[in-house]
């Protein structure tokens, strides 16, 4: 399972996100917030994490699921600290939800 994750993400590593990628679906610009989170993980992360499709990894829906506006809840700490590591998208995302689970982690801490 993990060697598979691993495969998909080096094959993925490969192809240059478009400029598309620093829009939200409905044409807003990505911010560091949770909805541009979303849309990130929802661009980088199927058909694994996305419950709604036939490939999805029951493993990594359990982890998180696309499908949620709470999508990040379930997730620990240490999941959270790990998914900026898992993504290749452009410089521009990677910085974007980089700064977005930082924020996240401080929001937990403070609450
Ligand atoms: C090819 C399928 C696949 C893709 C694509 C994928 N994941 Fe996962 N992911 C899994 C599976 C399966 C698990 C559960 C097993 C594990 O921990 O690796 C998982 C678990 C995780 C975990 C929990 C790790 C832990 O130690 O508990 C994080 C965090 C994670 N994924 C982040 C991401 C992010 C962020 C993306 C998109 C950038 C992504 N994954 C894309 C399959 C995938």
């Known amino acids: 399972m ?5 495969l998909l993400l080096a094959a993925c590593a490969g192809a240059r996100a478009d400029s598309s990628s620093a829009f939200l679906p409905d044409g807003g ?4 917030d949770s ?6 993980v ?3 992360c199927g058909p694994c994490h996305h419950s709604d ?18 999508w ?6 240490e999941q959270l600290k790990k998914a900026p590591g898992r993504l290749r998208a452009s410089d521009l995302e990677q ?15 403070a609450r």
Do not use: C, Q, Y
Not at 35 to 40: C, G, K, N, Q, T
Not at 72 to 77: D, K, R, Y
Not at 95 to 109: D, I, P, T
């Open 2 to 6: 993990r060697t598979a994750a691993v």
């Open 29 to 32: 610009p990505l911010r560091n």
């Open 35 to 40: 909805e541009s989170a979303l849309a990130i």
């Open 42 to 44: 929802r661009r980088h």
């Open 53 to 70: 499709l036939p490939d999805h990894k029951p493993e990594a829906v359990a982890v998180f699921d696309t499908t949620r506006a709470d």
């Open 72 to 77: 990040h809840l379930p997730m620990t700490p």
């Open 95 to 109: 910085r974007l939800f980089g700064e977005w689970v930082k924020a996240e982690l401080e929001r937990r801490e």
